[in-house]
């Protein structure tokens, strides 16, 4: 008996989080990838997107913060309230793109939130190297 309660007790913690990794999933296509595609783009695509790929985002939020939840504060501050004072985009990045809009009419800060520590938990890809080789 107490291995079933052990094992229905595990099987419901994983199924939560995997729901609720679905569920930040979701919003991030919904509210985020518009604009901020999730693969590299192509040579093509580099000519018509409008903001950086999440994987060079990230890579660059890991990059200023040593923990999770110092980036997942970050990122929920930052794209509520975008400032160039708190940009960590490299400069010719914020050129070319300019400054990210605040999202704050369109997504709380407890979306915001999940989308941030599923973006921490997931990007970038572990063989990232980066994208812009400098140029941007």
């Not at 093509?44 to 504060?73: N, W």
């Not at 999940?114 to 400098?134: C, D, I, T």
């Amino acid at each position: 008996m107490k291995k079933i309660l052990i094992s229905t007790t595990l099987l419901l913690v994983l199924n939560s989080t995997l729901l609720a990794e679905d569920s930040a999933k979701a919003l991030f296509s919904q509210k985020c990838e518009s604009c901020h595609m999730t693969t590299k783009p192509t040579q093509k695509q580099l000519t018509t997107i409008v903001a950086p790929a999440i994987m060079g985002v990230m890579r660059h939020v890991k990059k200023e913060f040593s923990t999770q939840k110092d980036a997942v504060k970050f990122i929920v501050d930052y794209v509520l309230k975008p400032s160039r004072e708190k940009s960590i985009c490299m400069p010719k990045k914020l050129e070319k793109f300019g400054l990210m809009p605040s999202l704050k009419d369109s997504i709380t800060k407890e979306e915001l939130q999940q989308v941030a520590e599923y973006l921490y938990a997931n990007f970038p890809p572990k063989n990232f190297r980066g994208m812009g080789r400098g140029r941007l």
